[in-house]
């Protein structure tokens, strides 16, 4: 699988097909927990879940956890992501990084550069980390006088790039496995297509995340450092002023967003496309708003919908 760059324009990886996800039994696992970013892949991974747990008789033991990447994320994110959860009333928790948000921490002393493919300290900082906390933090609910197993899930799939084509779809996570617990990781999606997913998400019914009717491949963090060069251009046009704090970042650091691909290079190509997107505006009570662990919150200007009805306006 390649991604090359001819003339500026990005091909698409070459897809290698690759053999089916196993399927865990799940009836010997204490907690599954199913990590959700509130994308395509994620929505279709809680609704095989749900129905393979359903079916081992563990869909009790099913929570759903989100990672909060704060102002990183597009706008409504989260509380998408609980709605995508609340959809088969499965237990819904947020964790977020304690201390900077992403922005602030890549400008920091600690770091001072963009994070890449090889250095990819978002992910295993702010995602990665919590999500091992928050294991702990299960595992240490459960009074079962022996190991607890738990079960990691991802919608991580084989498709979206050569290094995840590469990874073992269900294993033991040995640097989270201790005496206290039994960590596996299963990834369902790993050999799927993005029309299986889909096809997965049309079947289930369940809410989709509205940067997709912009074009955008993916709903990660806006202004992802991984995304392909036609989504930065979208999200530039449709988060204008966090692209505007980046490309001062990149002035502040003296270094570019991309190799050889500096964020204000991106701005500029957004602004010359013939078709303009409208900026996304979030509605003031959720801007910038995380939540604490454990607590549900719902704005009262948007009704829980976390600024998602600003979509709706700017289309």
């Known amino acids: 699988m390649s991604r090359t760059n001819v003339k500026g324009k990005w091909e698409q990886p070459v897809l290698v097909e690759l053999p089916p996800a196993p399927r865990p039994e799940l009836s010997s696992f204490d907690r599954i927990i199913i990590n959700s970013s509130g994308g395509k892949d994620s929505q279709a991974c809680l609704d095989v879940v749900v129905q393979?747990?359903?079916?081992?008789?563990?869909l009790d033991r099913v929570v759903v956890l989100h990672c909060d990447m704060g102002r990183?994320?597009?706008p409504g994110t989260l509380h998408l992501a609980r709605r995508q959860a609340a959809a088969y009333d499965l237990p819904f928790?947020?964790?977020?990084?304690?201390?900077?948000e992403l922005l602030e921490y890549i400008r920091s002393r600690v770091q001072k550069r963009w994070p890449d493919a090889r250095n990819r300290f978002c992910t295993s900082d702010f995602k990665r980390g919590v999500g091992a906390k928050f294991i702990t933090e299960q595992v240490a609910g459960l009074d079962l006088g022996?190991?607890?197993?738990?079960?990691?899930?991802?919608?991580?799939?084989?498709?979206?790039?050569?290094?995840?084509?590469?990874?073992?779809?269900?294993e033991v996570m040995a640097r989270w496995t201790s005496r206290n617990r039994e960590v596996w990781q299963w990834l369902p999606l790993h050999d799927w297509t993005t029309d299986q997913v889909w096809?997965?998400?049309?079947?289930?019914?369940?809410?989709?995340?509205?940067?997709?009717?912009?074009?955008?491949?993916?709903a990660s963090c806006s202004l992802c450092v991984l995304a392909s060069i036609p989504d930065l251009m979208r999200a530039c046009q449709l988060v204008p002023d966090l692209a505007a704090e980046y490309t001062q970042a990149e002035v502040e650091m003296d270094h570019d967003f991309r190799f050889r691909l500096p964020i204000a290079e991106v701005i500029a190509r957004a602004a010359a496309e013939p078709v303009q997107l409208p900026a996304?505006?979030?509605c003031r009570p959720c801007r910038g708003a995380g939540e604490r662990p454990g607590e549900i919150t719902a704005c009262p200007a948007c009704h829980g919908t976390g600024g998602m009805a600003a979509y709706a306006l700017a289309a």
């Not at 393979?52 to 563990?58: H, Q, T």
């Not at 991802?154 to 779809?169: L, N, V």
């Open 199 to 218: 096809h997965r998400i049309r079947s289930a019914g369940t809410p989709v995340h509205p940067v997709y009717s912009y074009g955008l491949s993916r």
């Open 93 to 100: 928790f947020v964790r977020k990084r304690v201390g900077l």
């Open 280 to 282: 996304i505006s979030r």
């Open 146 to 170: 022996r190991r607890p197993r738990v079960l990691y899930v991802m919608g991580m799939r084989g498709a979206e790039s050569c290094a995840r084509a590469a990874m073992t779809p269900f």
């Open 72 to 74: 990183m994320e597009w």
């Open 52 to 58: 393979a747990a359903r079916a081992a008789g563990a």
